[in-house]
DNA sequence: AGGGTTAGTAACAAATTAGTAACAAAAGTC
DNA sequence: GACTTTTGTTACTAATTTGTTACTAACCCT
């Protein structure tokens, strides 16, 4: 589950780009030609197309093009040619928007957050948790490992939630229990224990040695992406 | 029938913009002011609105922000500021694309395009809806399996048209049971599962193990293409 | 290494939630 | 207004989840 594919030669840019649209929230891949683009979308899908338009081989436009002849898949051009020419080569080629580079970051996720609104409606942003081999979408209550979706009883997946939310932070016994279950009751002591266990032995893949849901001694649960 | 409002004080600019659009084949209508603006849209429906950012009395994103309280017309954008805040207001109060001055007639008519393009095109398609062996037809409220007419009740109907928009999505009874009954109604508990049930045993093949309505249990329903 | 503590496991019981069928009420039709 | 169809209600049954327990395994410290 990929929402944006960026195409993008130069290795700085994308390694930084990647990394600032990961952490507002989105899935994101990151390749440097059209050709490994290519590949990707016939593997995945995606929901945001981002593509350089001067690119080693095929140049933005022509790839541009040729996706649109299969897919409707919203594309972002990015450029550093200001010229009409070039602006217009985008929206002919079946652009959706348009950013000069320099990329200003906020003003690509406002124009990321705005095509994908109006190509989706949803608000998507935070309602799906990307987090390793698992996705979480909340609004629909879907849980995916490995792009598989996974069936999970209403406390293995709040379980899962309060986990995937907080990766690699440890999360104290007595917190999940008073989230999942409230303040008072008394039992609590084992109940935990065993929902971990049977969550696990849907999400590990050796339930024997877990790695995603790993016990912290005396203390409780860390989530780790994997 | 007008396809596109321009509110542009510069009584130049806008006589020249009105002129330039309606050769390109929009039926536009010019006003100077968001007063007049919002007096033309409580009479006339139309499909984009372009919007000058600064404007004698309510400027644009002020009134950009008012509009969008309870309407989702695309709107476009122009401005002389080309500053960073500028942008982000506009994407914020709502906007579906910005341009900046002076405009580019070309190009914006290229966005106008890619607006209407991207805002109605997709949309019209959706009064037939195919999902698996079973088809919608919206408009005349007909259903089919594997091309044989099916008669539905209304609720049933209604339950499925749901079901159907959403494939692959776990519905809550909740969210279904306030989109057929309303909100209010005290009853709700078992009502939905029994029209649930008549639905299955008119589209599943065994409704002892139903395929293309999947319950979700503790959550509510989920639709499968088959 | 061994005692004490904490976590994991499996089997079972209890509670919750969904499905069914029969019937009553309401709405639509002629 | 009587007949038919749809819709809502209820009591009952079935299925699934959740909580409890007793037991075993793993860990930590001296």
Redesign the pocket.
């Known amino acids: 589950m990929t929402d944006i594919l960026l195409v993008e030669d130069s290795v700085e840019l994308n390694t930084l780009m990647c990394a600032f649209l990961k952490k507002a929230g989105y899935a994101i891949k990151g390749v440097h030609t059209s050709e490994e683009a290519e590949g990707f979308l016939q593997k995945e899908q995606i929901k945001l197309l981002i593509l350089d338009v001067m690119l080693p081989g095929m140049d933005g436009f022509a790839f541009c093009s040729k996706i649109r002849e299969n897919s409707s898949v919203p594309v972002l051009f990015l450029s550093a040619k200001v010229d009409k020419e070039d602006k217009m080569n985008g929206f002919l080629s079946g652009a959706d928007d348009y950013m000069e580079k320099p990329v200003d970051m906020d003003i690509l996720q406002a124009k990321i957050a705005a095509i994908m609104k109006r190509s989706y409606d949803l608000k998507q942003k935070n309602t799906i948790i990307h987090s390793g081999a698992i996705s979480m979408d909340k609004e629909n209550h879907q849980v995916f490992l490995n792009n598989q979706e996974l069936s999970l ?4 997946y709040e379980l899962l939630e309060l986990l995937t939310e907080n990766p690699g932070k440890t999360l104290h ?1 007595d917190f999940l229990f008073q989230k999942i ?1 409230g303040m008072d009751s008394f ?1 609590e002591n ?2 935990l ?5 049977m969550l ?1 032995n849907k999400i590990e893949e050796d ?2 040695k877990p790695k995603r849901i790993q ?1 912290v ?4 649960y860390k989530y780790e992406e994997i």
Chains 1, 2 share one sequence.
């Open positions: 009883t209403v406390k293995e016994k279950w039992s084992q109940t224990t065993v929902h971990i266990k696990r339930p024997k016990t001694w005396g203390v409780g």
